[in-house]
């Protein structure tokens, strides 16, 4: 009853003491805790090589692309600073009262900023342990007016970390066109007039963590991913058959290859299945930059890497289809990019 009506989970959890049953996973769809790997995690990439002579962090980067779709970054160039008060505000706005949050609430995933739970609460039949804060953040003056005015420096802090994971997102595009052997500017060039969407994942504490997920195994639709996460772990990803769970290092992003590089580099990057669980103590918060070509952006394999060898394996689209796609048909171990595959 109380699920129906209350519409965070945040505002939800201190009325329960197990997880509803719209949250319980089938069995054969539960996170099996106990076969996650933790002694070894994804690639650590040092950005400060990432100079003039940068052929080596290239190699790091592309052979992180290719065998995990993932990689840590230290040294990436953002400050503590700004990073701590991206993280404080994000807190701070997921303490507010449920009325002050509530005004963001709408379960519209094509709306630009929306305070909502779960994934997308009109099309899936078992719901996520998780409540988030989804907003697009460039170009930066069409939208910054729309983001949620309380805690007060919440515009501030966040337009300074967007602009600062822009510029990294920016930089590893290019790192990542040349390990493919492209031109520097390539990915940056096949992503029209850009665009750059967040999110603030909120998970609370979960009294069941072995019957649900934060979020299930998904890959992403857009073209990279830059996670800051706080130090409570909860990300795992998909390695050779077996989860891999990613331990929080202070002052690191996560930056995972989305479909989108899946598809311009026809397959020689592969996006990879991630997926967030949840745990009994303690709330965490994860905040992805998702950094996305304008919806108007034509999506294919990248000419320079087809020829009669290695022929197209997905047909061209424009990024809006892909996106609408991917919002309709929920998260899901097939992933989307397979839609555009070429038989
Ligand atoms: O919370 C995490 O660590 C993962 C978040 C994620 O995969 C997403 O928001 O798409």
Request: charged share 25%; glycine share 4%.
């Amino acid at each position: 009853m109380a699920t129906t009506m209350k519409p965070l989970l945040s505002d939800l959890i201190p009325t329960v003491t197990c997880v509803p049953p719209n949250y319980v996973r089938p069995e054969s769809d539960r996170p099996n805790l106990n076969e996650v790997t933790f002694d070894h995690s994804i690639p650590l990439v040092d950005l400060r090589g990432l100079g003039p002579n940068h052929s080596s962090v290239i190699k790091e980067i592309g052979e992180a692309c290719r065998n995990y779709g993932f990689f840590q970054v230290k040294n990436h160039g953002i400050s503590k600073e700004v990073i701590d008060k991206m993280m404080n505000v994000a807190k701070e706005f997921f303490h507010l009262p449920e009325s002050e949050r509530l005004k963001c609430y709408s379960d519209d995933p094509m709306k630009t900023t929306r305070l909502s739970t779960s994934f997308n609460v009109k099309t899936e039949n078992v719901s996520n342990w998780r409540d988030y804060l989804r907003f697009h953040c460039f170009p930066l003056e069409d939208y910054v007016h729309e983001w949620p005015t309380n805690p007060p420096s919440f515009r501030d802090d966040v337009a300074e970390y967007c602009k600062n994971t822009r510029g990294l997102a920016l930089r590893l595009l290019e790192a990542i066109s040349e390990s493919l052997g492209l031109e520097k500017e390539y990915l940056n060039c096949a992503l029209g007039k850009h665009a750059q969407h967040m999110a603030i994942n909120y998970y609370p504490p979960c009294p069941e963590p072995e019957l649900t997920y934060g979020l299930p195994g998904h890959a992403d639709p857009n073209v990279i991913t830059i996670l800051l996460q706080d130090d409570v772990p909860g990300l795992q990803v998909l390695k050779d058959g077996k989860w891999i769970a990613v331990k929080p290092i202070p002052n690191t992003f996560i930056v995972n290859i989305g479909d989108q590089i899946q598809v311009l580099s026809n397959d020689e990057y592969k996006s990879v299945l991630h997926r967030a669980v949840v745990n009994c103590k303690e709330e965490r918060i994860s905040i992805p930059t998702f950094y996305c070509p304008s919806p108007d952006a034509m999506m294919g394999p990248a000419p320079p890497l087809t020829d009669g060898d290695h022929p197209p394996l997905y047909t061209n689209y424009s990024y809006a289809e892909y996106y609408q796609k991917f919002w309709k048909r929920g998260l899901n171990a097939e992933t989307c990019v397979d839609m555009f595959k070429i038989n």
